[in-house]
């Protein structure tokens, strides 16, 4: 639930700005569990400085949200940066969130994923590149209906890596289990042991990513505060996942040409690539319903086959469309904020 209050922060001038209703997915929200971790993309152009962003006023109830600042990321489509907009969060229990950046790499720059590191972690240690992965899925039967398996992975034993198997767990209700996996970063791979994190409706409010044009953010008084927010019901069945960029994409990644970049949630898991957590929740919550996983494909595969039943690509687009109409065709990937404020 939001709290009250009307944000008062100036937004950029609508002549040198586009919300979009695709893009990625704020990695502090959620963010992709590769296998065999590599290392960040390189691009050749310098990202723009980090822009100020001021929070709305209007912010989610509770103890545990912080405000988790945006940053750059780099959406090959139109050769540029975008601006990944910054989250209300709930913090995972016992978690703090380490920032993605990007540095410099002799003439090109380089990508650093963010983590959810274990708050009790006193020193980050940095590791060797660990061994390919051994995770094929289960080996063993289900012993029950609410139990979901959790992937092995590679643990650092004083001077080497032991496997430790994967294995089925209860279920927790009305939690996301990530499981353990590692981070390249420049000076080496950070593991990141699993834990709990909220379903995704009680994670925080998402918004949705910008293209800013160099003459708006690089104004000496320029700061921006995002309002339009990703409605997280209709974006669960638009996501995607990018692994090798370690963000999960939301909206309209449908073409064909996406195909070999851009999983489809159902897809990922069975790749053997990796583990799509939510992906991996949903399909649980609808165990008893034994066609969900085949509409989820074939709600896929409309849409790649049938370009006008995909959702807009930017909010000028979606507002474009009369409301009655975005909602019967489950294409409403975004909201104002003050509409979610007045639900």
Same mark, same amino acid.
């Given at each position: 639930?939001?709290?009250?209050?009307?944000?008062? *922060?100036?937004? *950029?001038?609508?002549?040198?700005?586009?919300?979009?209703?695709?893009?990625?997915?704020?990695?502090?929200?959620?963010?992709?569990?590769?296998?065999?971790?590599?290392?960040?993309?390189?691009?050749?152009?310098?990202?723009?400085?980090?822009?100020?962003?001021?929070?709305?006023?209007?912010?989610?109830?509770?103890?545990?949200?912080?405000?988790?600042?945006?940053?750059?990321?780099?959406?090959?489509?139109?050769?540029?940066?975008?601006?990944?907009?910054?989250?209300?969060?709930?913090?995972?229990?016992?978690?703090?969130?380490?920032?993605?950046?990007?540095?410099?790499?002799? /003439?090109?720059?380089? %990508?650093?994923?963010?983590?959810?590191?274990?708050? *009790?972690?006193?020193?980050? =240690?940095?590791l060797p590149k660990p061994p390919r992965s051994l995770e094929t899925g289960p080996n063993i039967d289900a012993p029950s209906r609410d139990v979901s398996w959790l992937p092995g992975s590679w643990v650092w034993r004083d001077d080497r890596y032991a496997w430790r198997s994967g294995y089925?767990?209860?279920?927790?209700?009305?939690?996301? %289990?990530?499981? =353990?996996?590692?981070?390249?970063?420049?000076?080496?791979?950070?593991?990141?042991?699993?834990?709990?994190?909220?379903?995704?409706?009680?994670?925080?409010?998402?918004?949705?990513?910008?293209?800013?044009?160099?003459?708006?953010?690089?104004?000496?008084?320029? #700061?921006?505060?995002?309002?339009?927010?990703?409605?997280?019901?209709?974006?669960?069945?638009?996501?995607?996942?990018?692994?090798?960029?370690?963000?999960?994409?939301?909206?309209?990644?449908?073409?064909?040409?996406?195909?070999?970049?851009?999983?489809?949630?159902?897809?990922?898991?069975? =790749?053997?690539?990796?583990?799509?957590?939510?992906?991996? #929740? #949903? =399909?649980?919550?609808?165990?008893?319903? /034994?066609?969900? /996983?085949?509409?989820?494909?074939?709600?896929?595969?409309?849409?790649?086959?049938?370009?006008?039943?995909?959702?807009?690509?930017?909010?000028?687009?979606?507002?474009?469309?009369?409301?009655? /109409?975005?909602?019967?065709?489950?294409?409403?990937?975004?909201?104002?904020?003050?509409?979610?404020?007045?639900?």
């Amino acid at each position: 639930m939001l709290g009250a209050g009307i944000s008062t *922060a100036q937004n *950029a001038d609508a002549s040198g700005s586009e919300v979009l209703t695709r893009g990625p997915v704020h990695e502090a929200f959620a963010a992709t569990v590769s296998y065999d971790p590599e290392p960040g993309i390189l691009v050749n152009v310098q990202p723009p400085a980090v822009i100020e962003e001021i929070p709305p006023d209007q912010r989610l109830e509770g103890d545990n949200v912080t405000w988790i600042p945006g940053y750059w990321a780099w959406d090959e489509d139109s050769n540029d940066f975008l601006w990944v907009s910054g989250i209300w969060r709930n913090l995972p229990p016992g978690r703090q969130w380490v920032p993605g950046y990007w540095a410099q790499v002799d /003439d090109r720059y380089q %990508w650093t994923s963010g983590y959810w590191e274990d708050a *009790a972690v006193a020193e980050v =240690s940095y590791l060797p590149k660990p061994p390919r992965s051994l995770e094929t899925g289960p080996n063993i039967d289900a012993p029950s209906r609410d139990v979901s398996w959790l992937p092995g992975s590679w643990v650092w034993r004083d001077d080497r890596y032991a496997w430790r198997s994967g294995y089925w767990a209860p279920v927790r209700a009305n939690w996301i %289990w990530v499981p =353990s996996c590692y981070r390249w970063t420049p000076r080496g791979y950070v593991y990141v042991d699993g834990y709990w994190d909220y379903v995704v409706a009680r994670r925080g409010v998402l918004f949705a990513p910008v293209r800013f044009g160099p003459d708006v953010y690089s104004r000496p008084d320029f #700061y921006y505060t995002p309002t339009t927010v990703i409605n997280i019901a209709v974006f669960l069945n638009h996501l995607f996942l990018r692994p090798r960029y370690g963000h999960y994409y939301f909206g309209d990644y449908y073409a064909p040409s996406y195909r070999d970049r851009y999983y489809a949630s159902y897809y990922y898991g069975s =790749s053997r690539s990796g583990f799509d957590p939510i992906y991996s #929740y #949903y =399909s649980l919550e609808n165990r008893d319903d /034994d066609n969900w /996983d085949r509409r989820r494909r074939e709600y896929f595969e409309y849409r790649r086959d049938h370009e006008d039943a995909r959702p807009p690509r930017t909010w000028a687009a979606l507002t474009s469309i009369p409301e009655a /109409d975005r909602r019967a065709e489950n294409l409403a990937v975004a909201e104002p904020l003050d509409r979610l404020i007045a639900w």
